[in-house]
């Protein structure tokens, strides 16, 4: 089961560069999300979706856009790369509705900005 | 706002030993609680979780109960294991707009454990 996957694993960008950060997810879930974790602190959400054509900022959205055009993809984009977006970013999915759907998790991208 | 604090890490144990990590939150409404687990290298991955008050959710020997008067929910395992070593998240949703839940997170706490 593929659950959900996230590509690259790994990037360095310098400063100014853009990219985007894939996610894809194989569950129809209808919930999709996007966070960052910084050493030692928990995670923070940036953008998130309800469904597809619905996006809204989560707690730090600055720097960065999403985008939903299916179900199955949510994409993440860093249009002009700053050092402070050196981060470990994650995508979850989850189910609609009921309180006790939990979120599933990618394994990551470690993308370092020099 | 929502907020989550956990207790600060690192936590070195020996195996066999009992384990608690302390959890409390704030919410404005009736959070739903969850630990999440993340091993070296992976996501995070949900461990347990509870929906209301004085629920416990229990899975692989762990066990938190959903304290609403006390604003907790503590993580407990009887005996660790060598395998158990990872980084544990305490996090509570609430609906937001849309009916979306939104997680929010405590900073985690490093368990090791030696053999």
């Known amino acids: 089961n593929a659950g959900v996957t996230q590509t690259p694993k790994f990037r360095i960008l310098k400063i100014g560069q853009s990219m985007t950060l894939q996610c894809t997810q194989d569950?129809?879930?209808?919930?999709m999300y996007w966070y960052r974790q910084d050493p030692g602190m928990g995670l923070k959400l940036i953008y998130y979706s309800v469904g597809a054509g619905i996006t809204d900022k989560g707690e730090v959205p600055n720097g960065y856009n999403v985008s939903r055009s299916t179900t199955e993809d949510f994409p993440l984009r860093l249009e002009l790369a700053a050092p402070s977006q050196t981060s470990v970013y994650f995508c979850?999915?989850?189910?609609?509705?009921?309180?006790?759907?939990?979120?599933?998790f990618g394994d990551g991208t470690r993308l370092s900005i020099l | 706002g929502d907020s989550v604090t956990q207790m600060e890490g690192p936590v070195t144990l020996s195996e066999e030993a009992f384990l608690t990590i302390n959890c409390t939150y704030t919410a404005t409404g009736y959070p739903s609680l969850f630990w999440y687990v993340q091993y070296p290298g992976e996501g995070l991955q949900l461990l347990l979780k509870a929906t209301k008050a004085d629920d416990k959710g229990s899975n692989k020997g762990f066990e938190a109960t959903y304290r609403k008067e006390t604003t907790s929910f503590h993580l407990e395992k009887g005996s660790v294991q060598v395998s158990d070593s990872a980084v544990y998240f305490c996090a509570l949703s609430e609906v937001s707009s849309g009916s979306a839940r939104q997680l929010t997170f405590g900073s985690g706490t490093q368990l090791t454990v030696l053999p």
């Open positions: 569950m129809n879930h209808n919930y």
């Open positions: 979850a999915s989850s189910s609609a509705g009921t309180q006790e759907q939990p979120q599933h």
